[in-house]
């Protein structure tokens, strides 16, 4: 048995919104305790008030979550400035929260770590995980390294913590803690079974051109310009724009993915993505049309449904670029109409607007950091 | 006490005031993102449109730049068919030239034998001491030498006869009415030197009543060919003594030329490359890979007939041309 629940609140009044979040859930779940959860919420609520009330009523919850830049859930579609909370119950999925702090120290080694410690608490292997990450402190494709070589072949799903384009400050959640600089994670086991889809809908337009110097995720030089200069010469402006991401195509390959420029440096000219870019890959400036970026949102979600082991989902979990929301500005609430028309109405969903996503490819098991991307995690009790 | 219908009213109304006024905040905001987010992509996709004018004018450069290679190709290989062409030609003059020379050098031995002669008789002469026996020699020595002088004159004129109807047939093209085998016989005359030098044998059989009404020019040129190749490909061993053979036959509606050899033939994955221009297996020694092509050409086009062949590994190749008797080709017997 797998129960869930979901709230969804956008009271701005942040005793108001959890109120009212946590009496949707516990109209649900009808009397029984849930398990774990996710929390999503917008920067500006005090967050801390806000976990103190679910521990109040739940306080034996694993919970997770982060602050996010729009949430997503079935019971109000797209939000901004809104909480939403997804509930698990069940006798026999078990499901363990766990959390690496301080990681910009070590992210990898760090993160490793935190992953080790939670598994010894589980009595069975973990089927996949799911992980809430600090996006601005540090380089959350390290990040995500780490946690993937403690777990192997267990997929990572997730994403990265937001603020609302200010990209200031972001904030974790680890049971009741307010937290930065780390990653929570829940860890999923037992008889459960989960697919997912991933896609994004930007396509590769201009010409092509080669990453000349690059350190980890600052590109410094392209065909041997600055990388700035790159930017400057399609947008025609000194600064990069999130919402045209450079497709990376690795040495060698024809297939690319997506990184963003989240940020650059005027004086030395270069800039710097959400992710790491290989040397000598090539690079391409990225467009995308809103019916484009919603047919990237239909196809993670078929792809999701298409893959899907059991008898039917009981949970989707989503996590969607922030960058998208920004392209697709009051057509925001279509990703999550273009998703509910695919599924059932009753499938409860959850999920966030992300600085960046974490999921396999298609058909793979090993994770891998996404800008730009819709991922859908879907799960049920086997 | 339980909250009145009213209080709940003005709560749900507070509620919604809050949301609103946070929406406006939050649209403003928006507003201006998705602002920048059109102004970058109008700037982009100009830029997109002007790379796009450029790599068509660099492919408008380019395909002209192909056109002009195209035809640069076409005028340098049709040079060279050109030049294949008088390398046969060059092939005919040292043969004619090496078979001109014996009888013109015995000429010029038997005249200096005349001459000598003569001036020992002249000198008897003015001495007053001339014999009847000594003029009667001198009569049958000059006798036998110019009888021997005519004849080897009359070689040298037949063949620079033959060559030269060898030769100005093949530069240019005319169409007259000739002995086919009799021909034939005349361009082996200027390849025997060539032939000479090996160990091969070549005979020409065949109907030596048949003429036709044709290009002979045309006609040297595909013979010359065909013995080079068989010459240079056909007995890579260098040891054997070949055969080589040239039929001549009428048949029903055509004349038939069928040429052949027994060497090591061709392998049958190139036998449908040879007739292609540069298509060579001796490229080291000089092949150009232009005869068969010029023999194809020559065949179809201005002799309007047909090449077919076939070949054996090891057992040798055989070259059929037949040319039809309505077109081209009259076969006329006198
Ligand atoms: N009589 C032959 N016996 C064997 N191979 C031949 C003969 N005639 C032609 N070939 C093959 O056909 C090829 C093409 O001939 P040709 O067009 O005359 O070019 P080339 O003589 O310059 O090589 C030769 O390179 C050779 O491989
Ligand atoms: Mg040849």
Same mark, same amino acid.
Request: hydrophobic fraction near 40%.
């Given at each position: 048995m797998l129960k869930v629940a979901v709230g969804h609140s956008n009271d701005p009044d942040s005793a108001e919104a959890v109120d009212e979040v946590i009496a949707q859930c516990q109209a649900e779940l009808a009397g029984v305790q849930p398990r774990a959860g996710m929390l999503f919420s917008a920067f500006d609520f005090d967050h801390a008030l806000v976990l103190q009330h679910i521990y109040q009523v739940f306080p034996e919850l694993e919970l997770i979550g982060g602050t996010a830049d729009g949430e997503i859930s079935s019971v109000l579609g797209f939000q901004q400035d809104s909480l939403t909370l997804m509930l698990f119950s069940s006798d026999d999925i078990e499901i363990r929260a766990g959390v690496a702090r301080q990681v910009s120290q070590d992210p990898v080694t760090i993160a490793q770590q935190a992953i080790s410690e939670a598994q010894q608490q589980l009595t069975a292997a973990p089927k996949f995980c799911v992980a809430i990450s600090e996006s601005l402190t540090t380089n959350p494709a390290s990040i995500l390294h780490g946690l993937q070589s403690a777990l192997g072949s267990v997929p990572v799903f997730g994403g990265a913590t937001a603020d609302q384009a200010k990209m200031e400050q972001n904030y974790q959640f680890y049971k009741a803690e307010v937290l930065n600089d780390s990653v929570p994670f829940l860890l999923f086991s037992g008889p459960i079974c989960f697919s997912h889809g991933v896609a994004s809908g930007w396509r590769p337009i201009g010409k092509r051109s080669q990453v000349t110097k690059v350190i980890d995720n600052t590109i410094y030089e392209i065909d041997h310009q600055p990388a700035l200069d790159f930017y400057h010469y399609y947008l025609n402006e000194f600064a990069t724009d999130v919402a045209y991401p450079l497709a990376v195509y690795p040495p060698g390959e024809e297939t690319f993915f997506l990184r963003g420029a989240s940020g650059y440096d005027a004086e030395v000219g270069s800039i710097t993505v959400a992710g790491d870019v290989p040397e000598d890959a090539f690079v391409q400036i990225t467009e995308a049309s809103l019916d484009a970026v919603i047919d990237g949102t239909r196809s993670a979600f078929e792809h999701a449904l298409d893959q899907y082991p059991g008898q039917k989902p009981e949970a989707a979990v989503v996590f969607s670029c922030s960058w998208r929301r920004y392209v697709l500005?009051?057509?925001?609430d279509d990703e999550y109409k273009a998703m509910a028309a695919l599924s059932d109405i009753a499938l409860p969903s959850c999920g966030f607007y992300t600085f960046g996503e974490m999921a396999p490819f298609k058909n793979s098991n090993r994770s891998f950091f996404h800008n730009t991307t819709f991922v859908t995690l879907l799960m049920g009790h086997q | 006490m339980e909250p009145t219908e009213k209080d709940i009213a003005f709560k749900q109304l507070q509620k919604e005031n809050r949301i609103l006024k946070k929406k406006l905040e939050r649209s403003e905001a928006d507003r201006a993102k998705l602002e920048q987010t059109k102004n970058s992509k109008e700037s982009l996709l100009k830029q997109v449109i002007v790379e796009l004018q450029e790599s068509q004018g660099i492919l408008e450069q380019k395909s002209a730049a192909l056109e002009q290679a195209i035809e640069t190709l076409t005028l340098a290989q049709s040079k060279l068919v050109e030049s294949e062409k008088m390398a046969a030609l060059g092939t005919l003059v040292a043969g004619v030239a090496h078979e001109i020379n014996t009888p013109v050098g015995t000429g010029v031995t038997l005249a200096s034998t005349l001459a000598d002669e003569t001036e020992i008789l002249v000198a008897e002469v003015a001495r007053g001491g001339l014999t009847r026996a000594q003029f009667n020699d001198y009569l049958d020595t000059a006798q036998e030498v110019t009888a021997l002088l005519l004849s080897n004159l009359n070689r040298a004129s037949e063949l620079v006869h033959s060559f030269k109807q060898v030769a100005v047939d093949q530069t240019h093209l005319e169409q007259r009415h000739f002995n086919l085998k009799n021909y034939c016989e005349e361009v082996l005359i200027s390849l025997s030197p060539t032939l000479k030098r090996t160990s091969h044998t070549l005979t020409i059989t065949g109907d030596a009543d048949l003429y036709i009404e044709s290009y002979p020019g045309a006609f040297a040129q595909v013979i010359t060919n065909l013995v080079t190749n068989s010459l240079m490909?056909?007995?890579?061993? $260098?040891k054997q003594a070949g055969h080589l053979t040239l039929d001549i036959s009428q048949q029903r509606e055509s004349v038939l030329l069928s040429f052949k050899d027994d060497g090591c033939g061709i392998p049958a994955n190139n036998m449908e490359k040879i007739f292609e221009p540069f298509f060579t297996t001796a490229r080291n020694r $000089? $092949?150009? $890979?232009l005869g068969l092509q010029i023999v194809y050409n020559i065949v179809t086009q201005t002799l309007k007939g047909k090449v077919d062949v076939t070949s054996e590994v090891n057992q040798g190749t055989c070259f059929e041309i037949s040319l039809p008797t309505n077109t081209g080709a009259i076969p006329k017997n006198d």
């Amino acid at each position: 048995m797998l129960k869930v629940a979901v709230g969804h609140s956008n009271d701005p009044d942040s005793a108001e919104a959890v109120d009212e979040v946590i009496a949707q859930c516990q109209a649900e779940l009808a009397g029984v305790q849930p398990r774990a959860g996710m929390l999503f919420s917008a920067f500006d609520f005090d967050h801390a008030l806000v976990l103190q009330h679910i521990y109040q009523v739940f306080p034996e919850l694993e919970l997770i979550g982060g602050t996010a830049d729009g949430e997503i859930s079935s019971v109000l579609g797209f939000q901004q400035d809104s909480l939403t909370l997804m509930l698990f119950s069940s006798d026999d999925i078990e499901i363990r929260a766990g959390v690496a702090r301080q990681v910009s120290q070590d992210p990898v080694t760090i993160a490793q770590q935190a992953i080790s410690e939670a598994q010894q608490q589980l009595t069975a292997a973990p089927k996949f995980c799911v992980a809430i990450s600090e996006s601005l402190t540090t380089n959350p494709a390290s990040i995500l390294h780490g946690l993937q070589s403690a777990l192997g072949s267990v997929p990572v799903f997730g994403g990265a913590t937001a603020d609302q384009a200010k990209m200031e400050q972001n904030y974790q959640f680890y049971k009741a803690e307010v937290l930065n600089d780390s990653v929570p994670f829940l860890l999923f086991s037992g008889p459960i079974c989960f697919s997912h889809g991933v896609a994004s809908g930007w396509r590769p337009i201009g010409k092509r051109s080669q990453v000349t110097k690059v350190i980890d995720n600052t590109i410094y030089e392209i065909d041997h310009q600055p990388a700035l200069d790159f930017y400057h010469y399609y947008l025609n402006e000194f600064a990069t724009d999130v919402a045209y991401p450079l497709a990376v195509y690795p040495p060698g390959e024809e297939t690319f993915f997506l990184r963003g420029a989240s940020g650059y440096d005027a004086e030395v000219g270069s800039i710097t993505v959400a992710g790491d870019v290989p040397e000598d890959a090539f690079v391409q400036i990225t467009e995308a049309s809103l019916d484009a970026v919603i047919d990237g949102t239909r196809s993670a979600f078929e792809h999701a449904l298409d893959q899907y082991p059991g008898q039917k989902p009981e949970a989707a979990v989503v996590f969607s670029c922030s960058w998208r929301r920004y392209v697709l500005g009051t057509r925001t609430d279509d990703e999550y109409k273009a998703m509910a028309a695919l599924s059932d109405i009753a499938l409860p969903s959850c999920g966030f607007y992300t600085f960046g996503e974490m999921a396999p490819f298609k058909n793979s098991n090993r994770s891998f950091f996404h800008n730009t991307t819709f991922v859908t995690l879907l799960m049920g009790h086997q | 006490m339980e909250p009145t219908e009213k209080d709940i009213a003005f709560k749900q109304l507070q509620k919604e005031n809050r949301i609103l006024k946070k929406k406006l905040e939050r649209s403003e905001a928006d507003r201006a993102k998705l602002e920048q987010t059109k102004n970058s992509k109008e700037s982009l996709l100009k830029q997109v449109i002007v790379e796009l004018q450029e790599s068509q004018g660099i492919l408008e450069q380019k395909s002209a730049a192909l056109e002009q290679a195209i035809e640069t190709l076409t005028l340098a290989q049709s040079k060279l068919v050109e030049s294949e062409k008088m390398a046969a030609l060059g092939t005919l003059v040292a043969g004619v030239a090496h078979e001109i020379n014996t009888p013109v050098g015995t000429g010029v031995t038997l005249a200096s034998t005349l001459a000598d002669e003569t001036e020992i008789l002249v000198a008897e002469v003015a001495r007053g001491g001339l014999t009847r026996a000594q003029f009667n020699d001198y009569l049958d020595t000059a006798q036998e030498v110019t009888a021997l002088l005519l004849s080897n004159l009359n070689r040298a004129s037949e063949l620079v006869h033959s060559f030269k109807q060898v030769a100005v047939d093949q530069t240019h093209l005319e169409q007259r009415h000739f002995n086919l085998k009799n021909y034939c016989e005349e361009v082996l005359i200027s390849l025997s030197p060539t032939l000479k030098r090996t160990s091969h044998t070549l005979t020409i059989t065949g109907d030596a009543d048949l003429y036709i009404e044709s290009y002979p020019g045309a006609f040297a040129q595909v013979i010359t060919n065909l013995v080079t190749n068989s010459l240079m490909h056909a007995y890579p061993l $260098g040891k054997q003594a070949g055969h080589l053979t040239l039929d001549i036959s009428q048949q029903r509606e055509s004349v038939l030329l069928s040429f052949k050899d027994d060497g090591c033939g061709i392998p049958a994955n190139n036998m449908e490359k040879i007739f292609e221009p540069f298509f060579t297996t001796a490229r080291n020694r $000089g $092949g150009t $890979g232009l005869g068969l092509q010029i023999v194809y050409n020559i065949v179809t086009q201005t002799l309007k007939g047909k090449v077919d062949v076939t070949s054996e590994v090891n057992q040798g190749t055989c070259f059929e041309i037949s040319l039809p008797t309505n077109t081209g080709a009259i076969p006329k017997n006198d």
